[in-house]
C-alpha cells in the first residue's frame, strides 16, 4: 500500500453477479503491508454460480475505501 494511513485491507462478497452492500460478507482481513490472498469457494459451489467480491482499504479512523466490483463466474 502506498497510502500510510491504511491499516488493513478486507476482502467482501455477495453471492450473485451483482455485488450487494447490504448483504456483503467479510472474506478476509489482512494487514496492509501483507500480500492481498486469498483462496475458496464462497458462493462457488455450484456449476454456473457467480460471486461478486470487492476489496476495502481501511484506515485506523474506521474509514473505508472499496475497489470496483469483481464478477468470479464458475463454469457450468
Do not use: C, H
Request: proline letters at 8%.
Amino acid at each position: 500500500m502506498t497510502d500510510g494511513n491504511v491499516t488493513e485491507l478486507q476482502l467482501r462478497a455477495t453471492v450473485g453477479p451483482e455485488y450487494d452492500a447490504a448483504d456483503e460478507t467479510i472474506l478476509t482481513t489482512l494487514p496492509a503491508a501483507a500480500p492481498p490472498a486469498w483462496a475458496g469457494t464462497f458462493g462457488l459451489l455450484v456449476p454456473g454460480s457467480a460471486t461478486a467480491f470487492k476489496l476495502y482499504t481501511l484506515t485506523a479512523t474506521v474509514r473505508e475505501r472499496g475497489s470496483n466490483a469483481v464478477t468470479v463466474t464458475r463454469p457450468g
